[in-house]
């Protein structure tokens, strides 16, 4: 049934994100292929010269648009979809709570991960369209120098261990917004005011939890000393203390899995025992 709940949430996203996406692709053709005719157009000409922001401008604005459209969509597709009044029809399907909230914040995941893509495929788009020769050449010396450089055998772990981290961090971010909605929906009114003010209210608590973590020292006892890292000498890539590196990022995936896993529990302790969509 889950397979269900996110088909219909993933045809919403699309629905709304789909033409912004190819809107945002085909703009940075265009402004890479501008930049390019830019290169054979006199310096004189200035009603070519004028555009030269103007396209730019767009293609960061379309970007802002994304990140806008992405929180708007991850809040109302919450509330709407079950506090709001599309709540009185879902609630009534064979599916538990749970389910609802993992529906809603596997959604939000990909469509945050999609649109990050989206933007970095955007900025390889025009560069490659600007000057596709010069990209392809950059590529290759970079490589050259990078299989020069001795990386420690177990690089990649980390690099793995970083990208899951920051995956962790983004569905409990998600989730921290969905608990807040949660608790503004417990008032009677104002709630979407609630909402801001318990948002606003968790990341206090979880701001004074960190600062009481550096000033005791707690912090580091658990990310270590900090002298490990990479380090770069005469074209050698060496690192120091690997495993202390693999064991902080260790530490902070745990603290986010648990961070993400009390806010569930929370939306879904509400929406179990506190549901009210009058």
Same mark, same amino acid.
């Given at each position: 049934?889950?397979?269900?709940?996110?088909?219909?949430?993933? =045809?919403?996203?699309? =629905?709304?994100?789909?033409?912004?996406?190819?809107?945002? +692709?085909?703009?940075?053709?265009?402004?890479?292929?501008?930049? =390019?005719?830019?290169?054979? +157009?006199?310096?004189?000409?200035? #009603?070519?010269?004028?555009? /030269?922001?103007? #396209?730019?401008?767009?293609? @960061?604005?379309?970007?802002?648009?994304?990140?806008?459209?992405? #929180?708007?969509? /991850?809040?109302?597709?919450?509330?709407?979809?079950?506090?709001?009044?599309?709540?009185?029809?879902? *609630?009534?399907?064979? /599916?538990?709570?749970?389910? *609802?909230?993992?529906?809603?914040?596997?959604?939000?995941?990909?469509?945050?991960?999609?649109?990050?893509?989206?933007?970095?495929?955007?900025?390889?788009? /025009?560069?490659?369209?600007?000057s596709g020769e010069e990209l392809l050449r950059g590529?290759?010396?970079?490589?050259?120098?990078?299989?020069?450089?001795?990386?420690?055998?177990?690089?990649?772990?980390?690099?793995?261990?970083? +990208?899951?981290?920051?995956?962790?961090?983004?569905?409990?971010?998600?989730?921290?917004?969905?608990?807040?909605?949660?608790?503004?929906?417990?008032?009677?009114?104002?709630?979407?005011?609630?909402?801001?003010?318990?948002?606003?209210?968790?990341?206090?608590? #979880?701001?004074?939890?960190?600062?009481?973590?550096?000033?005791?020292?707690?912090?580091?006892?658990?990310?270590?000393?900090?002298?490990?890292?990479f380090f770069a000498d005469s074209g050698e890539i060496?690192? *120091?203390?690997l495993g202390m590196m693999a064991g902080a990022m260790?530490?902070?995936? @745990?603290?986010? +899995?648990?961070?993400?896993?009390?806010?569930?529990?929370?939306?879904?302790?509400?929406?179990?025992?506190?549901?009210?969509?009058?």
């Open positions: 049934m889950l397979g269900k709940l996110m088909k219909y949430d993933l =045809r919403s996203m699309l =629905r709304k994100f789909g033409p912004l996406w190819i809107a945002a +692709v085909a703009l940075s053709v265009v402004c890479g292929l501008y930049f =390019r005719l830019m290169d054979s +157009v006199s310096s004189s000409n200035f #009603l070519m010269k004028m555009f /030269v922001g103007l #396209l730019p401008a767009a293609l @960061f604005g379309i970007f802002v648009a994304m990140a806008v459209m992405a #929180l708007i969509f /991850v809040c109302s597709r919450f509330y709407s979809g079950l506090l709001g009044d599309e709540g009185y029809l879902m *609630h009534t399907l064979p /599916v538990t709570a749970g389910a *609802h909230i993992a529906s809603k914040g596997l959604t939000a995941l990909i469509l945050e991960i999609v649109s990050g893509l989206v933007a970095l495929l955007c900025i390889t788009l /025009v560069a490659v369209t600007y590529w290759r010396e970079f490589l050259a120098m990078f299989r020069q450089l001795d990386f420690p055998a177990a690089t990649p772990w980390l690099v793995a261990e970083g +990208v899951i981290v920051a995956i962790a961090a983004t569905a409990a971010e998600t989730l921290k917004i969905y608990a807040a909605i949660s608790l503004g929906h417990l008032a009677k009114k104002h709630r979407v005011l609630w909402a801001v003010l318990a948002y606003v209210g968790i990341d206090v608590v #979880l701001n004074i939890l960190f600062g009481f973590g550096v000033s005791s020292g707690l912090l580091m006892r658990i990310l270590g000393s900090g002298s490990w890292g060496t690192a *120091h203390g260790g530490s902070v995936l @745990f603290w986010e +899995v648990l961070l993400g896993t009390g806010f569930f529990f929370l939306s879904r302790f509400i929406l179990k025992k506190h549901l009210n969509l009058e």
